[in-house]
């Protein structure tokens, strides 16, 4: 017969309680600095958990010399730094090469690489003050930050993002003042390159709102010519786990022509969002009952276009989103 549990004293449920309290105003914010640093959801959520018990089981000997938020960033921080020394980043397609040239020959899916994953704003604080502080969190600087070592990383993110002060991370790090102004420096060089979007701002703008309806509209009618017309000239579409991505309206088209599986009336696009982006869950219809979870597609705006599609083929994403793996047609 397994042993129960032994319940907690006084002095444990009171402690239990103090930290519950001082800690749980942090935890979804600590989830946007891991995922910041790790380019996956699953991944932060597990490492913001460690990080929970990390701190209960030494809540104790937390003398308060630093705030509890500190205290949780330190844990949390080195538990992502130890995380990422055991592989290599998370890449988007575009980041792995030049644009393929023939969309009738895609090469086949490589599910082994440990893509980028999109990060639901639902799991964040404040999409909007999070997203607005330098823009780090949206989706492109999310693929740029994983071409940065992981402090660099750490670094930009409490910087930037946090806003926490140089000392603040060198002690945090372990390292000095000169040594973080250093790095920071450096990925900011490096991140500069990446371009701005417009469609940060949350709620989004009208004109945006009716851009989005139609390019949904557009999507569920199979409609290739009404897609081509809300894309940019020089967009970009990439597809994790395929590696080839595509750069052009032309290749677009002639990509959705040849590979899209759905005809008019196959689709569902269900509005969400994802770091910080209008993001659509695409629900495709299997038998004719039912659209199933099929992928997730997070887009880009600028100039009242769409410039950049990044399509999910990952169904399990749609849990994290909180969405339901399928619809009655």
């Known amino acids: 017969m397994s042993a129960q549990p032994a319940e907690l004293s006084p002095e444990q449920l009171s402690a239990q309680a103090d930290f519950t309290r ?4 942090f935890r979804r914010e600590l989830l946007a600095h891991c995922y910041g640093i790790l380019g996956s959801v699953d991944e932060a959520e597990d490492l913001v958990q460690e990080t929970y018990l990390r701190a209960w089981r030494s809540f ?16 949390a921080t080195n538990a992502c730094l130890t995380a990422v020394e055991q592989r290599n980043r998370r890449p988007m397609p575009t980041g792995l090469g030049a ?7 895609l090469p086949p899916a490589q599910p082994e690489i440990p893509w980028l994953t999109p990060l639901p704003d639902t799991l964040l604080v404040d999409p909007a003050a999070i997203v607005n502080s330098r823009q780090t969190i949206r989706l492109a600087m ?19 993002v946090f806003e926490w ?19 920071l420096q450096r990925a900011r060089a490096q991140l500069g390159e990446v371009p701005a979007d417009d469609q940060i701002a949350e709620p989004a703008r009208r004109d945006q709102r009716e851009l989005l309806d139609r390019w949904a509209a557009a999507m569920e009618a199979a409609d290739v010519g009404a897609l081509m017309r809300l894309l940019a000239e020089d967009a970009i579409w990439e597809m994790p ?11 677009i088209g002639r990509l959705i022509e040849s590979q899209c599986p759905a005809g008019p009336g ?4 269900v509005p969400t969002r994802a770091n910080g982006q209008p993001a659509f869950a695409f629900y495709l219809r299997d038998d004719g009952t039912v659209h199933r979870a099929y992928a997730m597609h997070v887009l880009s705006l600028g100039g009242g276009e769409v410039r950049r599609v990044s399509v999910f083929f990952s169904p399990e994403l749609f849990e994290s989103f909180g969405l339901p793996m399928e619809y009655a047609a």
């Open 165 to 183: 002060r140089a000392g603040e991370v060198a002690e945090l790090l372990g390292t000095t003042t000169a040594a973080v102004n250093s790095m």
């Open 60 to 75: 104790g000997r937390f003398e308060g010399r630093s705030s509890i938020r500190t205290w949780l960033y330190r844990i």
């Open 241 to 251: 786990p395929f590696t080839a991505w595509f750069s052009g309206r032309d290749a």
């Open 99 to 105: 644009p393929c040239e023939d969309p009738d020959q």
């Open 142 to 160: 999310a693929a740029a930050l994983q071409h940065l070592p992981p402090r660099q990383r750490a670094v930009l993110l409490l910087r930037d």
């Open 266 to 269: 196959d689709t569902l696009m």
């Open 22 to 25: 001082l800690a749980d105003p």
